[in-house]
């Protein structure tokens, strides 16, 4: 099976502007997380959709929104990017209990 | 709330020493443990999982044992390698949460030859 899949890998934006970026989950896989890393404050979820609806939600601000279309490919957006939002976010799958993650996009604000 | 609390980092050790990674957790319920590793660069993969207390995981070398009374789930290696050297997350998922899980903050492992 192909593993979880995240484009683009690297993004560089400026303040101000916004992103979207993708997730495709292993086949079959119908629940979708995302988490935000960054070296101080480590790995902090956004958000999880299962079956198109978002089941679960970090302490995030609403700058931060996701979707999940009827395929459980998922989108997260950042709107208004701040110099803070630069972070490496990570996508996760899941069946069952167990979680597997993408390799990640690096996102840059400059 | 749920949370899991990892040892703090960074951590070097020499080839073929023993390695103990601390990790205890709070739940409510009676949640799901993982250890997961992250190499540079790279996101985080599944190193090993156990689902009930007394459940032992294992893969590569590395074991960890759930212990419910101490609400402990420390990871151990007999001998480290170079190629082990990555950051190790302790996670935990209750049943009934939909698929959030929580996430220790990480230890830094180094192993120098």
């Known amino acids: 099976k192909a593993g979880v899949t995240q484009t683009p890998r690297y993004l560089i934006k400026t303040r101000g502007q916004q992103v979207t970026l993708s997730c495709s989950p292993i086949?079959?896989?119908?629940?979708v997380s995302w988490y935000q890393q960054t070296p101080g404050q480590g790995l902090q979820f956004l958000f999880e959709y299962f079956s198109e609806t978002q089941r679960n939600k970090g302490n995030f601000p609403g700058r931060f929104s996701g979707r999940q279309f009827s395929n459980s490919r998922s989108e997260m957006n950042v709107s208004t990017l701040e110099l803070g939002d630069s972070a490496l976010y990570l996508c996760?799958?899941?069946?069952?209990?167990?979680?597997?993650f993408g390799p990640g996009t690096r996102l840059t604000v400059t | 709330g749920d949370s899991v609390t990892q040892m703090e980092g960074p951590v070097t050790l020499s080839e073929e020493a023993f390695l103990t990674i601390n990790c205890t957790y709070t739940?409510?319920?009676?949640?799901?443990l993982f250890w997961y590793v992250q190499y540079p660069g790279e996101g985080l993969q599944l190193l090993l999982k156990a689902t009930k207390a007394d459940d032992k995981g294992s893969n590569k070398g590395f074991e960890a044992t759930y212990r419910k009374e101490t609400t402990s789930f420390h990871l151990e290696k007999g001998s480290v390698q170079v190629s082990d050297s990555a950051v190790y997350f302790c996670?935990?998922?209750?049943?009934?949460?939909?698929?959030?899980?929580?996430f220790g903050t990480g230890t830094s492992l180094t192993v120098i030859p």
């Open positions: 996670a935990l998922s209750e049943t009934g949460t939909g698929n959030q899980f929580y």
């Open positions: 996760a799958s899941s069946a069952a209990y167990e979680q597997y």
């Open positions: 739940a409510t319920g009676y949640p799901s």
């Open positions: 086949s079959g896989h119908r629940s």
